[in-house]
């Protein structure tokens, strides 16, 4: 019995060993195996997050490359809106509706709204003297570059959202710009907020100026030829001598304005408020007040023909030469037009 139990124990030491000694080696083989695995593993993980480091910081470098680029730009672009050069100056409005356009694709629309703001900027600076103004600074080329700016932006904005090069979500105000003899004609300029602009003898013919805020504006001898001004607010606006032939003025608000000697011909005026507006000398020749209000307006010397439609209950001056003043204080009263809910329309429109 005893010697069976040695002769088992020995077996069994002897299959041991000699397992291990057979499997010894593909055992190490396997072990050094998964440590080189392991260790290959470990140098691609450490290889990938170095290359994430690498790649962070060489688009951390570009974007700070890329925005000093951008800055710089505008710096130099600033340096052509001041030359004395129309042509240079136009070249700089141009190029800084493309450094907007840049400043988007960067992702800073902030930045963008600096090139708008700096485009408006521009045309609220006085026109100097042509006596006093260095050449270029004056005069025709200048008017060019001030147009160039406002036909930039009103294309911009009728642009659709979705278009990057859409400015319909800016805020745009050209309160008091100088805009004098500029060439507007179809320009697209809905609610835009012009109070106190200059657009003496400027070309606006069929421009849609519709809901625009025009209070205090300057419109002496300017071509409004078949312009929608259909709920304007013109309120105290000076348009002596300027032509509204064939203008939709519906449901305008022009109170206190001054349209002596302007021609107002087949220009549609119904439910415009006229409240003491001068109308001296003003032709309305087949013009259309129907539903206007006419109280203390100032209608002396107008002209006007058999088929100018007043407002009901009005007496017209009986003709056009007589001198006597002719005020609507008690002969009209207020035409049937929600002047409140206009003044309403106005006050949101003052807040763009």
């Known amino acids: 019995m005893g010697g069976a139990a040695a002769v088992t124990v020995v077996s069994v030491t002897y299959s041991t060993r000699a397992f291990w000694t057979i499997a010894a080696q593909p055992l190490a083989t396997v072990f050094t195996g998964a440590g080189a695995v392991t260790a290959a593993c470990l140098i691609l993980f450490n290889g990938h997050l170095v290359r994430r480091q690498e790649d962070k910081h060489h688009r951390e470098t570009a ?53 708008v703001d700096l485009l408006r900027a521009y045309i609220r600076v006085p026109m100097p003297e042509p006596v006093d103004a260095p050449d270029g600074l004056s005069g025709a080329g200048e008017r060019e570059v ?46 835009w907020q012009l109070t106190g602009a200059v ?28 312009v929608n001004l259909q709920g304007a607010d013109l309120r105290n606006a000076a348009a002596a001598g300027a032509n509204f032939e064939k203008t939709d003025l519906s449901g305008a608000y022009l109170s206190e304005a001054d349209l002596s000697g302007a021609n107002l011909t087949e ?29 203390s307006a100032d209608l002396t010397g107008v002209i006007y023909s058999a088929d100018t439609r007043w407002p009901d209950g009005f007496r017209p ?22 002047f409140g809910r206009l003044d309403r329309v106005w006050q949101r429109l003052d807040r763009r």
Request: hydrophobic fraction near 40%.
């Open 63 to 115: 974007a700070r490359e890329g925005e000093i680029a951008l800055r710089d730009r505008y710096t130099s672009i600033a340096g052509q809106l001041a030359d004395n050069s129309p042509a240079v100056r136009m070249a700089g409005v141009y190029a800084l509706v493309a450094l907007s356009d840049d400043w988007h694709a960067f992702g800073n629309d902030q930045e963008r709204r600096v090139c």
């Open 199 to 226: 657009l003496t003898e400027a070309s606006l013919a069929g421009a849609d100026l519709s809901a625009a805020i025009l209070r205090s504006a300057r419109l002496e001898r300017a071509d409004l030829t078949k």
């Open 317 to 338: 001056p009986p003709d056009s030469t007589s001198s006597s003043p002719s005020s609507t204080e008690t002969t009209v009263g207020r035409p049937p037009f929600a």
């Open 267 to 295: 220009a549609r005026l119904s439910t415009a408020a006229l409240l003491a507006a001068k109308l001296t000398g003003a032709d309305l020749t087949r013009a259309d007040l129907s539903g206007a209000d006419l109280r």
């Open 146 to 191: 001030r147009q160039s700016i406002v036909r930039s932006i009103s294309y911009r904005r009728q642009l659709a959202q979705g278009d990057d090069r859409s400015w319909s979500s800016i805020k745009t105000t050209f309160w008091r710009s100088i805009l004098p003899g500029c060439a507007l004609q179809d320009c697209k300029m809905p609610g």
